[in-house]
């Protein structure tokens, strides 16, 4: 898997009045994207569940694929989340470290049919409080439409494996005052 790290600029991610997956787990439903996707839809279930160090609060998929055969076609989709559960968050430092770990691990996965994006952006966490979040993106080239999808379908459990992996690296880390 090809694996790109940045640091978003001034373009801010808007958490306020989005679903809450944690709290509200049937408003599922009410996301599109999931509802088509199976594998999105268990990736947003599984990183929202009460275990886990995360909260979504965006998501979207596209297709670009062209008219002729001959060129590949792409599924791609961007996925916004929160790590900590805690009031105060992470800063940035902390959000660059962990897309960096995060990185690390996607890069050793075999092939070059994935590629993904790791976005540290600045976020509303709500009115008047600025935090961070990671925007990720997944994108999947494939001979036709299906292929892209099934490749796409296959990095989202790699990426949700590698996310859950990271995280409790870093919380065991925070735990032990390392």
């Known amino acids: 898997m090809q694996v790109v790290t940045v640091t978003d600029g001034p373009q801010s991610c808007n958490v306020a009045g989005t679903f809450d997956l944690r709290e509200d787990?049937?408003?599922?439903?009410?996301?599109?994207?999931?509802?088509?996707?199976?594998a999105l839809r268990g990736f947003l279930l599984n990183l929202n569940a009460e275990e886990?160090?995360?909260?979504?609060?965006?998501?979207?998929?596209w297709n670009d694929s062209p008219d002729s055969g001959v060129e590949r076609s792409i599924f791609a989709s961007r996925v916004d989340l929160l790590l900590s559960q805690d009031s105060d968050g992470m800063d940035q430092e902390q959000y660059e470290e962990f897309a960096r770990r995060l990185a690390t691990l996607l890069d050793r996965e075999p092939g070059d049919s994935l590629r993904a994006e790791l976005h540290v952006a600045p976020a509303q966490l709500s009115p008047g409080r600025q935090g961070f979040c990671l925007r990720l993106f997944l994108y999947a080239r494939g001979a036709r439409l299906d292929q892209a999808q099934v490749r796409?379908?296959?990095?989202?459990?790699?990426?949700?494996?590698?996310?859950?992996?990271v995280a409790r690296a870093i919380r065991h880390?925070?735990?032990?005052g390392e």
């Not at 787990?25 to 199976?38: L, S």
């Not at 790699?158 to 859950?164: F, H, K, S, W």
């Not at 880390?173 to 032990?176: D, P």
């Open 25 to 38: 787990p049937g408003a599922i439903e009410r996301i599109e994207a999931a509802r088509q996707h199976a």
């Open 52 to 61: 886990s160090p995360f909260s979504t609060f965006g998501c979207k998929v």
């Open 173 to 176: 880390q925070s735990g032990t």
């Open 152 to 165: 796409w379908s296959l990095g989202i459990a790699r990426v949700q494996q590698a996310l859950l992996f």
